[in-house]
């Protein structure tokens, strides 16, 4: 099985930064997508970063020269940083792993969710 737990999040002014972690346990494939999605009240959830193991990267269009994901590939960890923060970046970010190939759990995963409330 495989479990994501994430950290960070919380309430920042306009403006401002918040880093949000993600640590991945379990039987994790050796080609898999590790990345960050965010669900707003009402809208549908969107893809804010992904990063493959091979380390290719991928950004949302509205979050691109804000926000920075970064790998510990040995601690199978992901990082986000979110710089400049807006209030319509709120949302409840999510950790999500495919296990696209190796490994005994090949599948999507997801993490439970942490709020990011960015005020004005």
């Given at each position: 099985q495989v479990q994501l737990v994430e950290s960070g999040g919380g309430l920042v002014q306009a403006?401002?930064?918040l880093r949000l972690s993600c640590a991945a346990s379990g039987s994790i494939s050796s080609m898999n997508v590790m990345g960050w999605y965010r669900q707003a009240p009402g809208k549908v959830r969107e893809l804010?970063?992904?990063?493959?193991?091979e380390g290719v990267i991928h950004y949302g269009d509205s979050v691109k020269g804000r926000f920075i994901i970064s790998k510990d590939s040995a601690k199978n960890m992901i990082a986000l940083q979110m710089n400049a923060l807006k209030p319509e970046d709120t949302?409840?970010?999510y950790c999500h792993l495919d296990n696209i190939f190796g490994g005994n759990s090949p599948g999507s995963y997801w993490g439970q969710g942490t709020q990011v409330t960015v005020s004005s």
């Open positions: 403006g401002g930064s804010v970063a992904a990063i493959r193991s949302a409840v970010y």
